[in-house]
């Protein structure tokens, strides 16, 4: 899936395990993981379940955070981790705009990444409340992407930028 | 009023270059109509029931005599030669074609004006006292509170997805006519002893399927926080919001399901922690910038030496009901504040053609400093006219049909647009508005009644406003038939409070004959000079409803 990252398109170093890969058995999909030593993205809640284990190596690990989630959780375990992929579930959910912004507010200098329904007209917005990665879906992505970010080169809001 | 920099003006073209493609990838079919319908919306463009509908921002109500002739040009050149003023103080344009809606929108920022967040789920306009600056009443003028709140709001990054449409209106002091107390926030221009000027805030107020009265969420806040507060509080509503039912999704059921309390404290949390300090915070320096845009205007200081009207009241006693009804005391002697009824005999309320349009921009700027207002009660104001011009005025007015002295009397009607025009309404509402009009002619019969404010919404989402009137009506269908729905004893104002019903849905023919029977039971059981209001107060609705349902009489 293309990955815009600083309005670039880049390639993606991060693996993310779904739920379908803890269903059976999360200790063991976890222990794989850690054995490969991918750079993996964990949901927030089995991050938390095993986070005794995963907070050993914050610049390999990621949470992903939905709008569902326990949020409070979220802003003591920033400095555990290096990526926060923020999840989009529907247009009109728009949730991870105030995601984003609470957690780089509170610091975080990693990867903010947008996931889900992410798509041209939505990236501006995305990246001035504090996202710095975008994760398009194929069919929905197109070479002018980088371009969404300067239709617009005044706005009156204090400019979150990363 | 707020003239645009060259920062203003560049976001509204561009915003009008990014609609257009947006519109183009629509038409070549390669943004989702779903998405298309979200970015359309939140540049003020409905589909509705015959063509689209467009909204066009009219902040706070002000406009100048430049942008109502640019309006009726584009009435002209795109629409049907009319357009509707809405009770948020916008006007709608009922008959453009989606793929000409960009042109329009560049016609408009030609002159300073846009349609950005006129609907969808985000901040919309910012509505206030269609008498800010000029009213005797006031704790100080709104106005450079209300730029900043649109300023803030307009095109946020963070909130564009709220979980549902957000409305916030300010009043200039302790007189609402702003309808604060329904609005998701309500500001309130506050004076404390010591003479600090700051807002007590409501927030969580509504109609629609659930009508609410807001709640104080804030007694006292310092205005240089207004910007902090505000942001703070769509913060804790974005992240809280329900998104599961677009009916429970206002924030008014979110302060129902927190409590205030914790809806107060929520929001304490987070304008403390984060936002209260912030480059949010507001310097005088600033206040003061969006001020000088606001100061009085040139008036005449010798026009409080021509103040009498007898040879005029002489002349005509139409001219005289009119200046009773239609114009109001104004701050500076020699002044007065002249209302423009849009509640003309058996035409829709609201509802303007391009040539009334053409014509109240000259007569603003001819005896009312070039400056135009719109109402809550979809009427039009001119702020600034001198006493002894009121007989001009009144005379041009009159030949347009634009002088109907109406205001505040039962046939100020607040009624939308209904099942012809909307997609969203069950029934008919400009034809119950006829019909009351034929039957209330009489103007002498009206004035007698006092103030009565009388509204009709054509569905449950109340856009007609029908549960804070004297006499609030509701269209329902059954089966294809229409039925209305009579409420008593609603009020918008500083003593806000929801109508509550009478009784079962009556036949659309029984309804100028209920709304008769109300006004017989009203009369019977007035003392003196009682309002409507204090008359439900003290005798209840028990009365109303036995001889409204009585089987005969």
């Not at chain 2, 564009?160 to 302790?174: D, E, M, N, S």
């Given at each position: ?162 | ?331 500076v002697a020699g002044y007065r504040i002249a209302v423009i009824s849009l509640k003309p005999l058996l035409l829709p309320p609201g509802d303007v053609t391009d040539l009334q349009m053409d014509l109240i921009a000259d007569l603003a700027d001819q005896y009312s ?49 209904g099942f012809e025009f909307c997609a969203l309404a069950n029934a008919e509402t400009i034809p119950i508005a006829e019909q009351i009009n034929r039957k209330f002619d009489d103007l002498d019969y009206l004035y007698d009644l006092g103030d009565i404010q009388l ?48 009784g079962k849905a009556l036949a659309a023919g029984e309804v100028a004959n209920t709304v008769e029977k109300i006004l017989h039971v009203f009369v019977q059981n007035r003392v003196e000079d009682e309002s409507f209001r204090e008359v439900i107060k003290r005798i ?14």
């Amino acid at each position: 899936m293309p990955l815009l990252i600083n309005g670039k398109t880049s390639v993606d170093a991060w693996v993310a395990l779904d739920a379908d890969d803890y269903s059976a058995d999360a200790k063991a999909a976890i222990d794989h993981s850690l054995q490969q030593k991918n750079a993996t993205i964990y949901p927030l809640a089995v991050y938390l379940t095993y986070r005794e284990q995963l907070s050993a190596d914050p610049a390999n690990t990621g949470v992903l955070v939905t709008g569902d989630d326990n949020l409070s959780s979220l802003s003591d375990l920033l400095s555990e981790v290096s990526l926060i992929a923020i999840d989009f579930p529907v247009l009109r959910d728009g949730r991870g705009f105030s995601i984003a912004r609470n957690v780089t507010r509170r610091g975080f200098s990693g990867e903010v990444r947008a996931v889900g329904d992410v798509s041209y007209d939505r990236l501006d917005n995305m990246q001035r409340s504090g996202f710095n990665a975008f994760q398009i879906a194929e069919d929905r992505y197109t070479d002018d992407a980088h371009q969404a970010f300067t239709e617009m080169t005044v706005n009156y809001q204090p400019t979150h930028l990363r | 009023m707020y003239l645009y920099n060259n920062d203003d003006q560049q976001l509204v073209d561009e915003r009008v270059e990014q609609y257009r493609d947006q519109t183009n990838r629509f038409l070549a079919g390669t943004l989702p109509e779903d998405e298309f319908l979200a970015l359309r919306l939140m540049n003020g463009l409905y589909v509705q029931r015959q063509a689209p509908m467009l909204r066009v921002a009219i902040p706070y109500g002000l406009m100048s005599s430049v942008q109502l002739r640019k309006l009726a040009e584009i009435s002209r050149k795109y629409d049907r030669n009319y357009a509707h003023f809405t009770t948020r103080t916008n006007l709608q344009f009922n008959w453009p074609k989606l793929e000409e809606v960009p042109d329009i929108l560049a016609e408009l920022a030609s002159v300073q004006m846009h349609a950005i967040q006129t609907s969808g789920n985000c901040i919309r306009n910012t509505t206030t006292d269609p008498y800010s600056g000029v009213y005797k009443g006031e704790v100080e003028d709104p106005r450079p509170y209300c730029e900043i709140i649109r300023q803030w709001s307009t095109l946020h990054p963070e909130f564009a997805y709220l979980p549902r449409k957000f409305k916030i209106a300010v009043t200039a002091g302790p007189d609402d006519r702003a309808a604060s107390r329904v609005h998701d926030i309500g500001l309130h221009l506050v004076k404390k002893a010591s003479g600090e000027v700051g807002f007590e805030v409501i927030v969580g107020g509504g109609l629609g399927r659930t009508p609410i009265i807001g709640k104080v969420i804030k007694e006292f806040l310092p205005v240089e926080h207004l910007r902090s507060y505000l942001d703070a509080i769509l913060r804790v509503y974005n992240l809280n919001g329900r998104r599961d039912n677009k009916y429970k999704a206002r924030i008014k059921i979110l302060v129902k399901a927190f409590g205030i309390e914790k809806m107060a404290a929520l929001v304490e949390e987070e304008w403390l922690d984060f936002t209260k300090d912030s480059d949010l915070l507001l310097s005088t320096a600033e206040i003061n910038k969006f001020k000088s845009y606001f100061t009085p205007v040139d008036y005449d200081l010798n026009a409080k030496n021509e103040l009498d009207l007898s040879a005029a009241f002489a002349k005509s006693q139409t001219f005289e009901a009119w200046y009773k009804r239609n114009t109001v005391e104004h701050k500076v002697a020699g002044y007065r504040i002249a209302v423009i009824s849009l509640k003309p005999l058996l035409l829709p309320p609201g509802d303007v053609t391009d040539l009334q349009m053409d014509l109240i921009a000259d007569l603003a700027d001819q005896y009312s400093f070039g400056e135009i207002r719109s109402t809550h009660d979809q009427n039009l104001v001119l702020a600034d006219v001198k006493v002894s011009q009121l007989y001009d005025l009144w005379v041009a007015l009159s030949a347009a049909n634009l002088a109907r002295a109406n205001i505040d009397t039962l046939t100020d009607m607040i009624c939308c647009p209904g099942f012809e025009f909307c997609a969203l309404a069950n029934a008919e509402t400009i034809p119950i508005a006829e019909q009351i009009n034929r039957k209330f002619d009489d103007l002498d019969y009206l004035y007698d009644l006092g103030d009565i404010q009388l509204n009709i919404s054509g569905c449950i989402n109340a856009c007609g406003h029908h549960h804070v009137a004297d006499i609030g009506i509701l269209g329902v269908d059954r089966k294809g038939e229409n039925f209305y729905q009579f409420t008593l004893g609603g009020s918008s104002k500083t003593d806000a409070s929801l109508g509550k019903t009478i009784g079962k849905a009556l036949a659309a023919g029984e309804v100028a004959n209920t709304v008769e029977k109300i006004l017989h039971v009203f009369v019977q059981n007035r003392v003196e000079d009682e309002s409507f209001r204090e008359v439900i107060k003290r005798i209840g609705l028990e009365p109303f409803k036995e001889y409204v349902y009585a089987t005969s009489h």
